[in-house]
């Protein structure tokens, strides 16, 4: 089956990732940029992750609490990561599962972001392979400058909500001032 994509605050949410080298690595960078408060619980620990809040001991039961917005269950063992699915299922926290999909109630898609812009790209699990190729075919033909037009659309179409009261009316000013945005971009 196919997921549903959403786009979730992720702001000061608790993230806790489990295991502490490469994929716990990816996963805690993904995260970051979107404002998460990451801890890691892993028994070895890679130079990168002790930027995050880190504990160097193996993952116990009490770990999984509700006090996590998520959890990742990114060790090398796979009976360990479906204990954890297993315990966040129960406390019904969200969890991911690196070598699982069947496990995760939610998995990571690729992203490409330029500023508020987020594209968010994925098999729904079949082939991360495919989703990287997508994605860096997604990346040459982006104008570099949607991040800064973007912001310029969320002014204006702030400004705009508050003097132009007919949506139809309001929708041609924002189809105006997005072309117009776009000709200057291709100007610079
Ligand atoms: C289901 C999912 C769950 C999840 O992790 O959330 C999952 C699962 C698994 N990945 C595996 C392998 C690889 N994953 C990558 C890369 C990425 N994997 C990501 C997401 C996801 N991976 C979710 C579904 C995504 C979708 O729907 O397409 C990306 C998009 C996002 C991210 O990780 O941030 C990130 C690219 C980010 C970017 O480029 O921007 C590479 C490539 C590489 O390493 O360079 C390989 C090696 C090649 C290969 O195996 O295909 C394995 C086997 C592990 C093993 O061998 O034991 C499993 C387990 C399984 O499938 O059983
Ligand atoms: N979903 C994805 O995108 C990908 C998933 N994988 C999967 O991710 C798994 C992890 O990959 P790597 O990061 O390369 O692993 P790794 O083998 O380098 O590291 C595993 C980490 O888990 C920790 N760990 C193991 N048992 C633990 C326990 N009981 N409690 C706490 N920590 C524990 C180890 O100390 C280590 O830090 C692989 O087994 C692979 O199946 C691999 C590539 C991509």
Not at 34 to 60: M, N, Q, W
Not at 88 to 102: F, G, S, T
Request: charged share 25%; proline share 5%.
């Amino acid at each position: 089956m196919s997921y549903f994509p959403v786009m979730i605050d992720l702001n000061q949410k608790q993230v806790l990732i489990i295991g502490g080298q490469k994929t716990a690595l990816r996963k805690a960078n993904q995260l970051k940029q979107f404002g998460a408060d990451i801890h890691i619980i892993s028994e070895t620990i890679c130079d990168s992750l002790r930027s995050y809040p880190y504990e160097i001991r193996s993952v116990k039961p009490t770990d999984i609490d509700t006090r996590y917005d998520l959890i990742i269950a990114a060790t090398n063992q796979r009976k360990v990561n479906a204990w954890i699915a297993q315990k966040c299922k129960q406390e019904r926290i969200l969890v991911n599962v690196v070598d699982d999909p069947a496990l995760c109630t939610f998995i990571f898609p690729a992203i490409v972001k330029q500023d508020d812009v987020i594209i968010g790209i994925s098999s729904s699990g079949k082939s991360p392979l495919l989703t990287q190729w997508i994605k860096a075919q997604i990346q040459t033909v982006l104008p570099p400058s949607l991040g800064s037009i973007n912001t310029a659309m969320g002014i204006y179409r702030k400004k705009l909500l508050r003097s132009i009261h007919d949506p139809s009316q309001r929708k041609i000013a924002l189809q105006t001032k997005l072309a117009e945005l776009f000709r200057e971009a291709k100007n610079d």
